[in-house]
């Protein structure tokens, strides 16, 4: 049986070697994505193992709900939403036991993978972490160490594929002969597993990893409630913005300068009565380029009048955070996530929703953005 020290352990395992393969999965990620899934993990689990040492996680489940949580608020890229929903997803199947057993982890891991395919809309031999994760639960049945070991094999087996989803998608042919960067930190993560289901019991290192080779890390290590309340400057309320009764719009950028640009073309197209609550979630945390779940939720809750809120979001992470925020019912009753072109699309909602009009009727107005013809 497997206690809440295992989880720990094995999160901190997770975190060591995200640490040693940092570079690796950059160097990875360089010809085919955006150079920046080593750092981006390392950001996020550097968090996990601060996270794990400051707060209390008494039972498995809780353990990988927190560090899920922590991801998802901490990496800016698809990986943050990505990894935070099978460790999530997997610690929720996991309920309060206070032991569980190795059949209930790979059960519960099972469905984990489930909810990655789910969210990510991809399926083995896509050329993603899922060739690697869907094989290596599948050997948990044998052993830890097979399940290390056929996700590794699954790893190196993307080497040959087409990306059929995610960022290398977009290269076509030309994603043909690399390695998965994706994949490749997936079968790091059940190696970690094997690694400390074969370790002798110890107490978790639960210190976070240092800070020299990544200075910024450190800020990462608020957890999710303080980061929360931190102060966006983007999502200043406007003093038109009243939205009594009125659906809520949240607009949702990897760059905080367009997310807020988009909001304030879309108020000055739509100015000349009652306005609707419009909000920029851009950009993470420490102003980079990227996804921030906790600006999201700033951002819904500040614009959330109980008539609903229409979220539009770019591309890549900041799509997958808001369909993970939706997911986890983390966001106010009534949201809904609206496929639209994110000008065009946000135009129209901020409109529409200042003309009184229900979340369906907006969601119908930015989706008819899509049919805007140029020539």
Do not use: C
């Not at 990894?83 to 059949?103: F, H, M, N």
């Not at 369906?360 to 107005?365: A, G, I």
């Amino acid at each position: 049986m497997r206690d809440a020290d295992f989880f720990r352990r094995w999160m901190a395992a997770a975190a060591a070697s995200v640490e040693r393969e940092a570079d690796r999965l950059t160097e990875l990620d360089s010809p085919i994505g955006d150079a920046d899934h080593g750092s981006n993990l390392l950001r996020g689990f550097v968090a996990v193992r601060a996270a794990l040492s400051a707060e209390a996680a008494e039972s498995p489940g809780a353990v990988l709900q927190l560090a899920g949580r922590t991801l998802i608020s901490t990496v800016g890229g698809a990986s943050g939403p990505l990894y935070g929903t099978l460790l999530r997803r997997t610690g929720k199947e996991l309920g309060e036991a206070a032991q569980v057993s190795d059949e209930a982890l790979r059960e519960a891991l099972h469905t984990g993978v489930g909810a990655v395919a789910r969210l990510g809309g991809a399926a083995p031999g896509d050329k993603t972490m899922l060739d690697a994760l869907v094989p290596g639960v599948a050997a948990l049945s044998t052993s830890y160490r097979a399940g290390a070991e056929a996700a590794e094999q699954g790893a190196r087996a993307t080497v040959p594929l087409l990306a059929r989803k995610g960022r290398a998608s977009y290269l076509g042919e030309r994603s043909i002969g690399h390695q998965d960067p994706g994949a490749t930190s997936s079968a790091l993560l059940l190696a970690a597993l094997a690694e400390t289901a074969e370790a002798p019991q110890s107490p978790a290192p639960v210190s976070p990893a240092s800070p020299s080779k990544h200075p910024e890390d450190a800020d990462n290590a608020e957890n999710a409630e303080d980061a929360e309340n931190a102060e966006d400057a983007g999502n200043t309320q406007h003093p038109e913005d009243t939205g009594q009764g009125l659906v809520g719009i949240v607009l949702v950028s990897h760059s905080a300068p367009v997310a807020e640009a988009v909001a304030a073309l879309a108020r000055g197209l739509a100015a000349g009565g009652p306005m609707a609550a419009v909000a920029a979630a851009g950009g993470t945390a420490e102003g980079g380029l990227g996804t921030s779940a906790e600006r999201i939720l700033a951002a819904a809750r500040e614009v959330d009048r109980g008539a609903g809120v229409a979220l539009l979001a770019d591309l890549g992470s900041s799509v997958l955070t808001v369909k993970t925020l939706l997911a986890e019912g983390e966001l106010p009753p009534g949201s809904r996530l609206l496929d639209a072109p994110f000008l065009e699309g946000a135009v129209a909602a901020v409109v529409t929703a200042s003309a009184g009009a229900t979340l369906p009727m907006v969601e119908s107005s930015a989706n008819e953005a899509y049919s805007y013809r140029k020539t």
